[in-house]
Structures are given as C-alpha cells and as structure tokens.
C-alpha cells in the first residue's frame, strides 16, 4: 500500500503525487472495501501525465494511449458494472474521483478530465471562480443518483481526501455537504476580544475551532483567522476578506481581522453604522424565475434540500459569495459560488440568504422557511424584483401525477453526447438572462411556414393567448470547445428567445399541435426531460440539426409517467434508438408556479417565441 511522505502532505496537489500512476494515466488509492489498491479516475496534468494535447480532451497514458475513463473508475462508478453504485459505495455515497479535490483546491476545473469532473460534489464545483467556465462541474451525479438509487445531490456526504488515502484510520461519520460542523461555542470573556491584525504571510496552522472541510463556515471559525473555513489559517483568509472589507464591508463578519481593531478603538469602543448599499446601483441581478431559492422535503425527516439559482450581469463583478444564516445567528454557509449554491439544511429552521456580487454594490436578499409555513418574498436590492413572483419554496410536491400513458419511437440522430448535459436538448444548459422588451405578440417579417408550424396557444387547455410576463435571451453555444461546447453570450438575433408566460399553479400544460405528424399519429419525441422541464421535436430524431422544430418548456412539473418512461428508453444516454413519443394536445405536467418558460427551435436556431404569424396565428 502506498504511504505518502510527511512532506507532501501541505497541499492536494502534492499529497497526490504519491498515488498518480503514469503508465495508466490514473489515480490509484488504497481499497476501502479490501487490501490492495483501486483505480479512482483520470489523472491530468500531474506526475507528467499528457492531457488535452491536441485539443482532444483526452489523458494519456506514459506511452502516448488515450485512457478509456471507464477502465479506472473503480472507485466511484465501476464503469462496466454501473448498478453497483447504489450498494453502498461509490460517488453516490461521497466517493467522488480522485481529481475532485485537486479541484476543489484550486478552482482550476480542468483538474479534472471529462467525463470525471461531471461526477464531483457541488461542494468542490462551487471552489471554481464565478468567472470562469465551469465545464459543467458536478452536472451528472446528482442526476445518475437520484435516477438510480433515489439519491439527492444534496444527500451524498463529503469524504475528506485524507479519509480516502488512509480508510482504515478510525474516523467520524462523513458530514453530508453544506452541513455546519459543531464548533465549540467560545468562553465568555470579561474584555472585548481583539484579533490580531493579519498579514499577507499568515502560516498554514491548522486552528482550534472544530472544523470539517467542506462542513461550512461559522464565526468561531472566523474569528479564529480561517475566513474562507477550509480548515486552515492562510494566505486566502487574507485575501478573501481583504476584497469583502474593501468592496462588502456591510455585509461580512466584523469580528475579523483590522476592520474590529480600527473600528471599533477610533469609536471610542462603540462600533460605529455600517454603510449601506448604493441606491443608485442599477443591475440585472435577481433569483432566477426558472429556480430562485427553491427548498424540498427530502427522505430524511430532519433535513431539506436547499437550491439558490441567481441571475447575474453584474458588470464589474469579479464573482459571487453566499452567506447563509440561521435563526440563531449560527452562520451556515459563508463562502464563494459560481451562479448557483446547493445544500442539506435544517428541516425546522428559518434562514437568511445574502447573495452579493463581489466587488460591486449589487446585493440579493431572501429567506428559506420550513417548507410548512409561508416564507417572505425574497427581493433584491440594488436591482429590479422579478416578477412574476415565484414561491421560494416551489416544489413539485401533489404536482406532476396526471397518470398518463405514453407511447414511444424509433428515433436516429443521436451524436453520443448525453442528454443532461447536452445545449441543446436541456435548456438548463445554456442558460438565460432576463431582458427588457415588449411583453406581447409582435409583428416580425420574413417568410411563414406554408404548414402549420407548433401554436404555442394550444399550451394552455383553453387555447388563450395568455399575459407575457417575462423576456429571457438564451445564452448561444460554442460547440467548438471540447468535448461538449461552452457557453456563449446572449443569442442577439431576435429581442427575446424564451418568454415567461403567466399561469396558474397547478394548470395543465399540453402538447401544442402543428400540421407535422410523426409515424402512429404521434406529434412530438421527447428529447429530454427531468423534474420541471421538457424539450420536444417534432420530428423522428435525436438531434435539432436539420429541418424540424423543436420547443423547450420550463417551470413545468411533469407527469411522473413521463419520466419514467423517458428513464426506461435509456433516459440520458448519449445513443438512444427509441424515445418517448406524445400526441397533440396530451398532457405532459402541470405548472410549478406562476409562469411557464416556452422557447422554440427551428433547423437548430433559437425564434421568437412572441412572433405572432409563427406561433400565434389568428391572434
């Protein structure tokens, strides 16, 4: 069994020299579950491993050979025996690859290779600065889990790398992600405490406090000199409060560093008001209309799942950080995020939600209550509330159980790339900002469709144009970054590509019809589909590319039938041969809330989904 040197122990990267094996262009770790050793994902970029060298995305070997992925997952997949990860062990119980913690270290996602950084924690994703492609970090697991052994991304705990490189070492049982250690509550002094001030050559000594990395921050931490709470008193703390001091000061802990020194002995030993936001500051920084703050019961009594999805465009931003607080005042989570925060919380407890823009005046406000009670509307400040207003705590809970029964057809097309993280088959993907432009039908020209195209009116049960309530453009993609494109900036063609349209909770959205019929009578095949959303082509493949339309609808709850049927075809499987298959007019869900998102595809290009002589003839 490998032993790794006391002197590699100081950082991730240096630690795993000892377990990178060239000749296979993988990790290997000691076996938890036996003697010997296990294979545990790609190794790139580290003990000389080649990776990405002609812009292919691959590892190689110390020969030159591509590393078939599947052949050194043992350790959290087992490739060629998927159904074993349910059994226990494996990513769906925290036992993610390997290079998942280098990441989570560095921030830098091609730490890991595709496909193993889809399969890391949100924990370890949320380390990536908001500001750089995150490479659809931690996009797969919680979909594969849940899928597959009915667990929540929220639900799989976090396993420190130390625990991993030496199982048999007595240890406590692994603390699911986002959940706050017990830290020891501080003796109560007669003298106000004051910390030293910090400079930029702070030793790695690990602190005092009870700490787990990745458990979430609390101000004992803090006010101990681990600002960023990652179990270790550094360069970082420094530099991570140094930006909230200069740009955030109203909104970060004050019992740290040279703020409480200064501020409070030049007061007299009164601390003096804290500033307040900007008035004037103007930004498009809101909760998500498709997401926002969204908390779900979970399998566990005792704990909810916690989503926060933001809008961003914050120019000047130099990313985003989170601050969670509870009822107590216990702090939470305290800590960076790259456009979205996921975790496990308290049941029971009410918390305070501070999302800011680092580095600019934009702060967003909300509150995530018991799922039993009525929360507040959450609102931003320094920007425009959204509207319509989404419940924070949407969930499709009594929704989504029409019963349905559906068919399904043989289908080409496919191009290998899986449905869940593919841009142009899950609109979650790509992504969309909000835009300000007219909320109704408008009159474009160009040339109409001599067939029927899709009537996006035939939606709703009563065929009503209904109230625009939001314009969204959708992000382009870049299909030349490797291996599954990348974001690009909001598509400019047409004012808007997605539109937000009113409804009532818990109405029946259908399947709208077109002059186009597929094999059986059937009208569309369903392209992908989860919990609250469904995209759908109106022709007999598995691609958007070529003629044909296809519409994406968002804010829907589906009907469980639906997705079991979806799942039972080979669900997100890049090659698929037969998809689910719907006949205008047959009920696919019904809505989450208060708007339904619609965008519509033609021959691969996103429309308008407000043209009046495309998708609301007659009106």
């Known amino acids: 069994m490998i032993t790794p040197s006391p002197a590699a122990a100081q950082t991730v990267e240096s630690t795993l020299q000892n377990y990178c094996r060239p000749s296979i262009g993988a990790y290997v770790i000691p076996n938890p579950r036996g003697t010997g050793e296990i294979a545990c994902g790609t190794a790139p970029n580290i003990c000389g491993i080649p990776y990405d060298l002609n812009g292919d995305g691959l590892v190689r070997d110390s020969a030159g050979n591509p590393v078939n992925w599947q052949a050194v997952d043992d350790c959290w997949n087992s490739g060629a025996r998927p159904n074993e990860r349910c059994n226990g062990w494996g990513m769906c119980y925290g036992e993610v690859p390997t290079c998942c913690y280098l990441l989570e270290e560095t921030g830098d996602p091609f730490k890991c290779a595709y496909p193993d950084r889809l399969y890391c924690l949100p924990q370890q994703c949320n380390r990536i600065p908001a500001n750089v492609n995150n490479q659809n970090c931690g996009f797969s697991i919680g979909t594969w889990c849940q899928n597959d052994c009915g667990i929540s991304r929220s639900n799989i705990p976090y396993i420190p790398l130390a625990q991993r490189l030496n199982p ?15 830290a020891t509550p501080p003796a109560t002094a007669t003298n106000t405490p004051v910390p030293p001030t910090p400079t930029s050559g702070v030793p790695n000594t690990p602190i005092p406090p009870a700490c787990t990395p990745g458990g979430g921050c609390t101000e004992a931490l803090k006010q101990a000199g681990d600002y960023n709470c990652d179990c270790i008193v550094d360069t970082p703390d420094y530099t991570s409060w140094l930006t909230d001091y200069i740009s955030q000061a109203w909104n970060i802990s004050l019992r740290y560093f040279e703020y409480w020194r200064r501020a409070f002995f030049s007061g007299g030993g009164v601390l003096p008001p804290l500033p307040t936001p900007d008035p004037s500051c103007t930004v498009v920084f809101q909760w998500s209309q498709s997401g926002g703050i969204v908390r779900t019961a979970t399998s566990d009594p005792a704990v909810d799942d916690l989503l926060l999805n933001w809008i961003g465009g914050v120019a000047g931003a130099s990313g985003y950080h989170v601050k969670i607080t509870a009822s107590d005042g216990t702090v939470f989570a305290d800590q960076d995020a790259a456009g979205f925060f996921q975790a496990t919380i308290n049941s029971a407890e009410t918390y305070t939600i501070v999302v800011t823009a680092v580095g600019t005046c934009a702060i967003l406000t909300g509150t995530s209550a018991p799922l039993n009670s009525a929360p507040p509307t959450p609102t931003p400040i320094g920007g425009t509330p959204p509207t319509p207003t989404i419940d924070p705590a949407v969930s499709c809970n009594g929704l989504g159980n029409i019963g349905g029964t559906y068919g399904d057809l043989p289908v080409s097309g496919s191009d290998g790339r899986r449905a869940d993280i593919h841009a142009d ?195």
């Open 168 to 182: 048999s070492a007595p240890t406590a049982t692994p603390t699911p992600i986002g959940q706050p250690p017990t």
């Open 425 to 619: 088959k899950n609109l979650a993907v790509r992504g969309w900002v909000p835009t300000i432009t007219t909320l109704g039908l408008v009159d474009l020209s160009g040339p109409v469709d001599p067939a029927q195209p899709p009537q996006l009116y035939r939606l709703f049960g009563d065929s009503r144009t209904p109230q625009f309530t939001n314009n969204y453009k959708v992000y382009d993609w870049d299909w030349n970054v490797q291996p599954d494109g990348a974001r690009g900036a909001p598509l400019s063609l047409y004012d808007s590509t997605l539109a937000g349209m009113g409804v009532t909770r818990g109405e029946r959205i259908f399947v709208p019809d077109s002059a186009y019929q597929l094999t059986g009578g059937y009208e569309v095949v369903v392209h992908y589909v989860d919990q609250d959303s469904i995209s759908m082509h109106y022709r007999e493949r598995d691609t958007v590319s070529g003629n044909g339309y296809t519409i994406h609808i968002d804010g829907v709850c589906i009907d469980q039938n639906l997705i079991t049927k979806y799942n039972s075809l080979g669900g997100n499987n890049g090659t698929r041969i037969r998809l689910p298959a719907l006949q205008a007019g047959q009920a696919i869900g019904e809505a989450a809330g208060t708007e339904i998102r619609a965008a519509v595809v033609d021959t691969g290009e996103f429309q308008d989904p407000r043209s009046r002589k495309d998708w609301w003839q007659g009106r």
